[in-house]
């Protein structure tokens, strides 16, 4: 999109209205039909973004489409500025929980780019936003809405716009009458007081985040009718499946391994005494605690990941972690198979919504490295998706490191021959046989096949805000003190660099 875009809009020939009942009927029906098949067929679901400048009727239209469709398949959602709750959460938390499911449509008023012109016309904390904050704001839109895109969900963005004078109008009509004189907020007031700045604002922020795979559908707004058609035919298309499908992500840069370490080596550390450990695990333990009361503690939280082979200790490990913790302060999640609801939504939707605030820990146990390990080796996901999994993982994790959440990713590493040793003793045992199910020991079979995805995982995925650390956890002792170490001082060096 080029810069002056809106401006050119207006300068165009005004749009007739048109006022064919029978073509508005016929646009109508054949909405309502494609999503009645898009309810029975769920093949994708439909998110419709409208932005538009005050008064240009972007509400009037979002109104009259919800009067031609089923209100029950249908979801709209407006957004104000965020509350403390959305605050504590980075930016795009509250989005992804609103993300509709296959078979559904999805409706939202300005979405993530109310936020982007917020900061571009420098109505927040101008300490947050520094130097290329629309890049980076541009940069993560666009690589979630290819990532929805090729997790099956439509999406179209359409912005509404005026010229100033049929803003200003408009405005005075409505403040004209008392019964229309409260839909004239002091926002509008504002707008049409800066109509230049505003508009040269939305042009930077449209041509920013205006990329192949969801372009941006603009408007003019002045005749009712034609703006109304105009947005009823994107979404049309969205419904009926029509739009451009995105090409597949090219596969990310290989980076370099994050330890040099064989996945199945065993610790070389002799094992510690009864006493010595459990020593060191109160030291341990304590500093963890001690380091959740500083006040700067305050600012952050932390997502803890365990992953590893089955049988490698992490329940253990995390239970030392917890040990330290204010049970008020923690979640612990266990990831297992997706449920029907999950698999509805894009693979990264249940982890978003369980992202924890300011203050506090979330753990887990397994995690969304699951799309590059179990789904990966046991073909429960094509190629093209785990494979453009890496890039939105790191994004992912970026997001989290940007927004002051502490990441930490452990990789319990336990030899072949432990793994059976474990099994083997858990069917022994009557109190801990539910630990092992037939499901693992088909994983074990696979055993090659999860080292070298497991390999590539740490090679693709460790970065300077999300880093990992491999625990060799063939000595259970050595492994949980380890854990608690890096994790106390992965959060000590996040509290030091916050300085005082």
């Known amino acids: 999109m080029s810069r002056r875009r809106l401006r050119e809009l207006l300068r165009r020939p005004r749009p007739v209205a048109i006022v064919d009942e029978r073509a508005t009927r016929e646009l109508r029906d054949r909405l309502l039909d494609a999503q009645f098949e898009l309810r029975e067929r769920k093949s994708h679901a439909v998110l419709l973004i409208v932005s538009g400048i005050p008064a240009a009727g972007r509400s009037e239209v979002v109104n009259e489409i919800l009067g031609w469709l089923d209100p029950k398949l249908v979801d709209v959602h407006g957004f104000e500025a965020c509350n403390e709750f959305e605050l504590s959460r980075p930016a795009l938390w509250r989005y992804w929980h609103v993300l509709p499911p296959k078979g559904r449509v999805a409706i939202l008023h300005g979405g993530w780019y109310q936020d982007v012109l917020q900061q571009a016309l420098g109505r927040d904390d101008a300490k947050q936003r520094g130097p290329g904050w629309l890049n980076r704001a541009a940069e993560r839109i666009v690589q979630l809405e290819r990532m929805l895109l090729q997790d099956g969900v439509a999406l179209e963005k359409v912005h509404l716009h005026v010229s100033r004078a049929t803003q200003r109008k408009r405005l005075e009509t409505l403040a004209a009458d008392k019964a229309t004189r409260w839909r004239v907020t002091r926002e509008d007031r504002w707008t049409l007081r800066h109509y230049p700045a505003v508009e040269r604002a939305l042009e930077r922020c449209l041509d920013a985040t205006d990329h192949p795979a969801a372009p941006w559908h603009l408007v003019d707004g002045t005749a009712p009718q034609h703006r109304l058609h105009k947005v009823a035919r994107r ?266």
């Open 235 to 500: 979404l049309l298309l969205a419904v009926s499946g029509s739009t451009a499908k995105v090409p597949g992500a090219r596969p990310a840069a290989r980076r370099r391994p994050a330890q040099s370490v064989d996945l199945s080596a065993v610790a070389s550390a002799p094992k510690p005494t009864d006493a010595d450990y459990e020593r060191e695990l109160e030291r341990l333990q304590g500093r963890l605690a001690r380091l959740t009361r500083r006040k700067r503690f305050s600012r952050h939280a932390v997502v803890a990941v365990f992953e590893g082979m089955d049988a490698a200790g992490k329940g253990g490990a995390i239970r030392r972690v917890t040990s330290a913790l204010d049970a008020r302060q923690y979640r612990v999640l266990p990831i297992s198979a997706p449920s029907a609801e999950e698999l509805a939504r894009p693979y990264l939707w249940r982890f978003w919504r369980e992202l924890p605030s300011r203050g506090r820990f979330t753990i887990f146990d397994r995690s969304w490295y699951g799309r590059v390990l179990v789904e990966r080796v046991r073909n429960l996901a094509a190629e093209r998706d785990w494979r453009r999994a890496y890039d939105e993982i790191v994004e992912f994790e970026r997001q989290l490191d940007e927004h002051g959440l502490i990441v930490a990713k452990f990789w319990l590493a336990v030899s072949r021959d432990e793994q059976l040793a474990r099994f083997n003793e858990r069917d022994r045992n009557p109190l801990k046989r539910y630990k092992v199910d037939p499901e693992d020991w088909v994983n074990r079979e696979h055993w090659s096949q999860y080292q070298h995805a497991a390999q590539e995982m740490l090679a693709r995925t460790h970065t300077p805000h999300g880093p990992w650390t491999v625990v060799a956890a063939d000595v259970k002792r050595l492994a949980r003190l380890e854990v608690l170490r890096t994790l106390g001082d992965r959060i000590d060096a996040v509290l030091d660099r916050d300085g005082t």
